[in-house]
């Protein structure tokens, strides 16, 4: 069975300081799945996630961002067990429902996102 592996002190106090955001946690699932978590003294925590061809950001207030954290985690790790890569379907229903996004520096000059065969998830 595979673990979520924190790997948050891999990275310097520097390093963890991002676009006014700072890295609170990021964690690894079987070197398959990457999950972390940026705080802002701004707006919004940004819950960031890379599994195969799908990855982007998710929004979410202060206080909703560690259960959002735990239900990604689990969801992708469900995802995982059963597929190995994220499955068309899953991809469509987990952007939905989670309004899955990319910062602005990740998108194409089209406007398209490169999530999964070039079909742009929810916003």
Same mark, same amino acid.
């Given at each position: 069975?595979?673990?979520?592996?924190?790997?948050?002190?891999?990275? /310097? +106090? $520097?390093?963890r300081h991002y676009k006014?955001?700072?890295?609170?946690?990021? !964690?690894?699932?079987?070197? #398959?799945? +990457?999950?972390?978590?940026?705080?802002? *003294?701004?707006? =919004?925590?940004?819950?960031?996630?890379?599994?195969?061809? =799908?990855?982007?950001i998710i929004y979410v $207030?202060?206080? *909703?961002?560690?259960? *959002?954290? !735990?239900?990604?985690?689990?969801? =992708?790790? %469900?995802?995982? %067990? #059963?597929?190995?890569?994220?499955?068309?379907?899953?991809?469509?229903?987990?952007?939905?429902?989670? #309004?899955?996004?990319?910062?602005? $520096? =990740?998108?194409?000059?089209?406007? /398209?996102?490169?999530?999964h065969s070039g079909q742009?998830?929810? !916003?």
């Amino acid at each position: 069975m595979c673990n979520w592996e924190n790997v948050t002190e891999f990275f /310097s +106090e $520097d390093e963890r300081h991002y676009k006014n955001t700072y890295l609170e946690m990021n !964690e690894v699932y079987n070197g #398959k799945i +990457e999950v972390s978590l940026f705080s802002s *003294k701004e707006g =919004l925590y940004e819950i960031y996630f890379s599994y195969g061809r =799908l990855y982007g950001i998710i929004y979410v $207030d202060a206080e *909703k961002a560690e259960s *959002k954290r !735990e239900e990604v985690k689990n969801e =992708l790790a %469900q995802e995982y %067990q #059963k597929h190995e890569e994220p499955t068309s379907e899953f991809v469509n229903v987990f952007c939905e429902k989670h #309004k899955v996004s990319l910062p602005n $520096d =990740l998108s194409r000059q089209d406007g /398209s996102y490169p999530i999964h065969s070039g079909q742009r998830c929810a !916003e």
